[in-house]
């Protein structure tokens, strides 16, 4: 059939259409392979090769740097007498969780331009330990280092009441768990104008983390960061292991979380004798909230603490070999030494707190006295690796430290994805073991990057407590050299009068090794 001249010339304009689509669609596919191509040539490699020797080097800051000085107007607090009010608060938990809530209370007292009372650290359950805050950290230091940001006193005033003198009554509020500041400019400070005086209890987890004010975040780092230092003598023994450790050379800190609270817990008690779980089972009903756990399924969806043999085949996997030296930060293991033999066999020089430490601590060394030393030889170790980073405010708050204290290495094991090649190895599947092991484990190893829900602002302050000198965007410009001084000048010239540490407080901490 004949077409008309008409159709003739439709169809040779659509020819050069139908071939520039044809060749596009070829560049495209082409593309695609060749990126497909390189992704699997660069899984593979990153697979397959862990430069060990890197990772005993911080990591790569990109002109990054620590910094929580103010970068704004700070004005300094106003002198006790002219404030709000008192805050107390009780922080209860562990020794990490009442970090927090001592860096929460701050900022309370901050955004209600309150009187902060020492804060008061629970008699822990667990730990039994009832060092308080006086017995743990270095107080006259917390006081000089938040001077700019908050009024501290010891205790509330003394008030005279039909001729008798008697403290402040303090008005007693249980905080929402994590408030948001409209409630303490609200709820908490109407209480406080009418009572002189609050008390919240308890305090864990009372404020909520994402607040919209850098200069408030800021804030929150210098309390955890510079102004909560141990007493001298938790310093001292946390100076004198970690100097012994590096005479030998490198060594990694592992926090071992594989103790009864955190099994009972976690629910993870199938691999337990029939006695064990028995422990367990009574210690969860007596201390958690009553619910069906399934070992497998909590196992897959990464739940389970790593066992001390997962732990040190992960390290095999990267390339650690039996001469690396270990310092494990941990309580009381559950199960006894046969959950500890496979991993001493791969690894023999293991230290502890009570091994690697010049003699018995003065306190509990179950307690907040030796959960501080593990805190800091983590703190200062060249690797440090936590095994169970959930509801782990101790390698939480490790994670942000180190990352804040020169983006120093901390390996992080992603128990989600490890859960199938462990159980495919149990089950005597092991071929590739290894390299599935490092392909899971390749991922950043502290360097600085972006925070995303739910990661905790405690274990990752970047950007906001971080500056550069020469920054993209303004907002991440470093503040001036003179910084103090200028705070200095602020504090003096409006009046704020600095708190003087009172007789019961021993002042030996200008003899303190300043860590940060």
Known sequence: MRRGPGEASLRRRRAPARLLVAVVALVTCTICLWSSSTDLTLASYKAQDV??????????????????????YWPPPPPESETNGYLRVRCNGGLNQQRTAICNAVVAARIMNATLVLPELDTNSFWRDESGFIGIYDVPHFIKTLKYDVH???????????????????YQIRPPRDAPVTWYMTVALEKMKSYGAIYLTPFSHRLAEDINDPEIQRLRCRVNYHALRFK????????????????????MSIHLRFEMDMLAFA??????????????????????????????????????????????????????DNTTHIYLASGELFGGKRFMRPFKTMFPRVENHSSAGPGKLEENTRGLAGSAVD???????????????????????????????????????????LAPIFMDREVGSTAGFEERVRHVMMKRYGAP????????????????????????NRADKCPPDNIHEVLENQFRSEGSIEVKATSQIDSTSETEETVI
């Not at 509330?156 to 303090?170: F, S």
């Not at 001298?232 to 060594?251: A, C, D, Q, Y």
């Not at 008690?269 to 064990?276: K, L, S, V």
Request: glycine residues 6%.
């Open 449 to 472: 990057h972006k925070r995303i829900h739910p990661e905790s602002f405690y274990t990752n302050s970047w950007p906001e407590c971080f500056c550069q000198a020469n920054p993209r």
């Open 51 to 72: 430069d060990v020797n890197k990772l005993w080097r911080t990591a790569n800051s990109n002109g990054w740097r620590a910094s929580s000085a103010p970068r704004s």
């Open 267 to 320: 629910g993870c008690i199938d691999i337990f004798t029939p006695q064990e779980q028995k422990i367990l089972i009574k210690y969860r009903k007596e201390n958690f909230a009553e619910k069906e756990l399934v070992y497998r399924e909590r196992r897959l969806i990464g739940k389970c603490p790593l066992t001390p043999e997962e732990v040190g085949l992960i390290l095999c996997a990267l390339g650690f």
């Open 232 to 251: 001298p003598n938790i310093m001292k023994t946390s100076s004198e292991i970690v100097n012994k450790l590096r005479s030998e050379g490198h060594f």
């Open 152 to 170: 501290i006193a010891m205790s509330v005033p003394d008030i005279i009441t039909n001729g008798k003198t008697k403290k402040l009554k303090a």
């Open 375 to 417: 805190y800091m030889v983590c703190l200062l170790s060249d690797i440090f690796m936590p095994t169970y980073d959930g509801p782990s405010n101790f390698a939480n708050n490790l994670i942000g430290h180190r990352l804040y204290y020169g983006f120093r290495t901390t390996i992080t094991p992603n128990r989600k994805a």
